[in-house]
Structures are given as structure tokens and as C-alpha cells.
């Protein structure tokens, strides 16, 4: 998966909370277990009309938000099934980091599986992030790893805290894959000492 290291990019407001993975993806664009092409089915329900029109009232169909990159959405982001397809659905439609007060356990960690990043921040904090986002095309985010902070359009800084291996997981773009092939090396080290083994 890609490394996240420092992004800077325009936020866009959600300011609902417990929106579940089936807002974010519903089930009806489930039938696919390719990563491409899900953006189509991001948000769907409140991004398009009965007829397939856009909502022009929805946050990302919105001129200044249409290549948001960051969302700042309400608590309990996430909740629902454990479907995979929603951080799917989020990656591709380009969204790197999510920041909400919580996030559900199972979509929390598929977003590291899937190089999205997900920052828990205080409600006080959330307040303040939110009312950047809400600046349009203004509302440009620094979101820095390594650093563990952000910043905002005047300049402000959120501190904020991540587990040490995913936040190392991200940094250097590792999934559960590559987590493996870091030991590709003591791998086969042991398969050799496997194969030389006298079995009786």
C-alpha cells in the first residue's frame, strides 16, 4: 500500500455521527472484490438522488470539495458491518485520513490494512477542525505522521496519538503482506533449516 508520511489537503465536513459502513458503502455495490471503481458507490444514499443525479447539497458534490482528501466527520465513524469496501470506497474516491472523536473497531483497523489514516481527536478539538473544514475550498489540512500533527488554515497545531506500530505500518506502507516480507529473510533461513533436517 501506499506510505503516509505528511499530507496536506482540503477537508471536508460530515458532521454526522454513527455513519455505519452501509452510508459509506451500501450493500448493493458489494458485488465486487476489485478495490477500483467503489467510489461510484461512496456515500451513495446521501450523495445521489432517486434518479442518479447528484444531491448538490452533499458536502462532496460541492465545487470546493470535490477532491477533499481528508474528511472531518461526527463520532462513531465506521460502525456497522466489518465490510472492507468502505475504506475501499474512501481510498478511492482519494479520502487518505479520516479524523473523528471515535471510530468503530473493525473499520479503525482495516483503515491502517488500507493506507488510510484514521486520527482520534478530543470533541473540542473536533469543533475547531470542523469549523476549518467548513471554509471550502480554504479548508486545507496539514495531516503529518511522523510528527503526530495537525495543522490548520491559521496556522494552529492538533496534537494527536496513534499506536506505535500501526503509525510504523503507515510510515513505511506496510499491510499485512508486507509486515511478512519484512522477515522474508529468517523465513527462509528456517525453511532451509527445515529442508536440511535428517527425517526419520
Same mark, same amino acid.
Do not use: W
Given at each position: 500500500m501506499d506510505k503516509f508520511t505528511k499530507m496536506t489537503g482540503v477537508a471536508a465536513p460530515l458532521p454526522i455521527i454513527n455513519i455505519d459502513t452501509d452510508m459509506i458503502i451500501p450493500k448493493d455495490y458489494l458485488k465486487t472484490i476489485k478495490r477500483t471503481g467503489l467510489s461510484e458507490g461512496l456515500f451513495a444514499e446521501m450523495r445521489l438522488n432517486e434518479d442518479g443525479s447528484e444531491n448538490p447539497d452533499f458536502v462532496l458534490n460541492k465545487p470546493a470539495?470535490? =477532491?477533499a482528501t481528508i474528511l472531518v466527520a461526527g463520532d462513531n465513524f465506521g460502525c456497522g458491518s466489518s465490510r472492507e469496501h468502505a475504506p475501499w470506497a474512501l481510498l478511492d474516491r482519494g479520502i487518505r485520513c479520516v479524523i473523528s472523536t471515535s471510530f468503530a473497531d473493525i473499520f479503525y483497523?482495516?483503515?491502517?490494512?488500507? +493506507?488510510?489514516?484514521?486520527v482520534q481527536v478530543s470533541e473540542d478539538?473536533?469543533?475547531h477542525l470542523?469549523?476549518? *473544514?467548513?471554509?471550502?475550498s480554504n479548508a486545507v489540512? !496539514?495531516?503529518?505522521?511522523?510528527?503526530? !500533527?495537525?495543522?490548520?488554515?491559521d +496556522? +494552529? !497545531?492538533?496534537?494527536?496519538?496513534?499506536? *506505535?506500530?500501526?503509525?510504523?505500518?503507515?510510515?513505511?506502507?506496510? =499491510? =499485512?503482506? +508486507?509486515l511478512t516480507l519484512e522477515k522474508v529473510d529468517s523465513i527462509d533461513a528456517y525453511e532451509k533449516k527445515l529442508n536440511e533436517r535428517a527425517w526419520v
Open positions: 470539495y470535490r =477532491d483497523n482495516n483503515c491502517f490494512k488500507n +493506507g488510510i489514516l484514521p478539538e473536533l469543533e470542523m469549523d476549518d *473544514a467548513n471554509r471550502g489540512l !496539514t495531516v503529518d505522521l511522523e510528527s503526530q !500533527t495537525i495543522s490548520g488554515p +496556522g +494552529g !497545531t492538533i496534537s494527536f496519538e496513534i499506536d *506505535a506500530h500501526k503509525k510504523h505500518c503507515m510510515l513505511n506502507g506496510l =499491510d =499485512d503482506i +508486507g
